[in-house]
């Protein structure tokens, strides 16, 4: 039997048994709704409160009123964009974020431009680290909200949040972080970093999918995008999934107590991984900042290849990743990610990205090291754009 | 999301490689788009002796292009420029939708390839 190895935690994580154990209760015997006054809405609510407590104590939140839990990252971004956005449009009509956003930042910008809102794409460097001069200069009176990723979930980049926060701060606007990448990986403290309002994935500490939280800082002005029933203090109605909203607690607070040492073995294994690529195949080079950057993440290009032809061949020796190359996307465009810190098309075309997780070992780490000479070999073997001394 | 016929040309390609002294080259694609396709033909007697394929691109650019060179060994020219994007695509098992406009390119460099060698006998004469 081949080797399995999976270094493709951006792309979805395993839920950590003691968050399960915890959460299996609530799918079949513990099924009140927390806005029953009966003692099975009591038991839920309860449940809910001690998740939403352990969030607030993960991100160092004032106030459990100020975390509220969403359907995931991507609601949490749309949420904290759009929210925002909308209720303080009588104070100003522009948002600023980076190119490099994910797609949850920017679709919605994209979706308010349409509105009449304007929107800034601040540039960043060749790491991925945005520029804080064109920052503080894209903010004008008019803009309500910045926005930027704590870490770029493609290229592991982190962001002078604590500096960015500053300059929306002396403009009267708000700070957005998108720390779906970074939050359970790296500490945060959004008071001590100044954040108004923070997007959190619970997949991304091991919980489960499908749900997700965001922080609001007491007294930041938003406005609901789902409306209903009121729930969630009426900024996210909607039945609450409290056996979701249990595990992602869970993972909240194993995050909170296992940072520290994981976070330092998966940059041993990152920079392990990172420095084993780049010596043992030639014309290969690093994605994203050397030192700065996520603890699991590891960005690399070879030239003269493209990625998902990369990607088949790590899966056919078991192992599994991910490209930014076109072929990879949905929209047969290379990532944007790539394209922001000035990467050619075919440049792009020939990125893999690794991230690591709980189980990855050093075995694996050198298993990949290994497998990875051979079939770029292979692959520029076959590609008419490899120089003729290479082949 | 690829057929076991497309991973099977994507594990084993066939007919890889360059053809120093070839009759005709078509070379179509971009890199710019994640696809670039060299197809090399022999002709000999209006017949595809021999066809070599160098590719930058995907699974499906990779596996077309050794298609190819299996459907079009041996034809004449005129049934050469007969096939299609289709018949690439029936032989390999059907394409993911989102691959076939994309990566689909080795029928047109087959063709490309088959216009070079015309141009370059036309020339001779």
Not at chain 1, 7 to 32: C, Q, S, W
Not at chain 1, 119 to 142: C, M, Q
């Amino acid at each position: 039997m081949i080797r399995r190895v999976y270094m493709d935690h951006a792309a979805g994580k395993p839920v950590d048994p003691r968050a399960l154990e915890n959460m299996m209760p609530y799918f079949t015997d513990k099924i009140g709704n927390p806005s029953s006054p009966h003692s099975w809405g009591n038991e839920a609510r309860q449940a809910m409160e001690d998740a939403r407590a352990r969030i607030v104590s993960l991100i160092g939140a004032k106030r459990p009123e100020e975390v509220f839990f969403t359907s995931g990252g991507t609601e949490s971004n749309n949420l904290g964009i759009k929210g925002v956005a909308l209720r303080n449009k009588d104070r100003g009509n522009h948002i600023v974020c980076t190119a490099i956003e994910h797609m949850s930042v920017i679709n919605p910008c994209k979706s308010l431009i349409k509105q009449g809102f304007e929107a800034a794409f601040v540039p960043v460097d060749k790491y991925g680290v945005v520029n804080l001069r064109a920052i503080e200069e894209s903010i004008t009176e008019k803009t309500t909200l910045v926005s930027v990723a704590y870490g770029n979930g493609e290229i592991g980049t982190i962001q002078p949040v604590k500096e960015i926060a500053e300059m929306a701060h002396r403009k009267g606007a708000s700070l957005h972080v998108d720390a779906v990448a970074a939050c359970g990986q790296v500490p945060i403290d959004v008071q001590a970093e100044n954040i108004d309002l923070m997007s959190i994935s619970s997949n991304d500490m091991y919980g489960p999918r499908g749900v997700g939280a965001i922080y609001v800082r007491t007294g930041t002005r938003i406005e609901p995008i789902v409306q209903g029933g009121g729930q969630e203090r009426g900024l996210r109605s909607g039945t609450e999934n409290i056996a979701a909203m249990v595990g992602m607690g869970i993972a909240a607070e194993n995050a909170k107590n296992e940072m520290k040492p994981e976070a330092e073995r998966l940059i041993g294994l990152r920079d392990h991984l990172i420095k084993g690529a780049l010596e043992s195949v030639p014309s290969s080079f690093l994605n994203g900042h050397p030192t700065q950057r996520l603890p699991n993440n590891a960005n690399v290009r070879f030239s003269y290849i493209e990625g998902e032809s990369l990607i088949l061949s790590l899966d056919m020796l078991g192992v599994a990743c991910s490209s930014g190359s076109a072929c990879t996307s949905k929209t047969l465009e290379p990532s944007h990610v790539l394209l922001g810190i000035g990467l050619k098309h075919e440049e792009a075309h020939g990125s893999l990205l690794f991230t690591l997780g709980k189980q990855n070992t050093k075995d694996d780490v050198d298993y990949v090291i290994k497998a990875l000479p051979d079939i770029v070999k292979r692959l520029r073997a076959m590609s008419p754009l490899t120089p003729k001394e290479m082949q | 999301m690829y057929s076991e016929k497309v991973l099977d040309h994507f594990r084993n390609p066939r007919n890889m490689g360059e053809i120093p002294d070839a009759d005709g080259i078509g070379t179509v694609g971009n890199p710019v788009c994640g696809d670039l396709m060299s197809i090399y033909i022999k002709v000999k007697d209006n017949r595809i002796e021999d066809i070599k394929f160098k590719t930058f691109g995907c699974g499906a650019a990779i596996a077309t292009s050794s298609m190819i060179t299996e459907l079009a060994r041996g034809k004449t020219l005129e049934e050469a420029m007969k096939i299609s994007r289709g018949d690439v695509a029936e032989n390999l098992g059907g394409l993911p939708p989102i691959k076939m406009h994309c990566s689909n390119l080795a029928a047109d460099g087959l063709h490309a390839a088959i216009q070079d060698y015309l141009k370059k006998k036309g020339a001779q004469k």
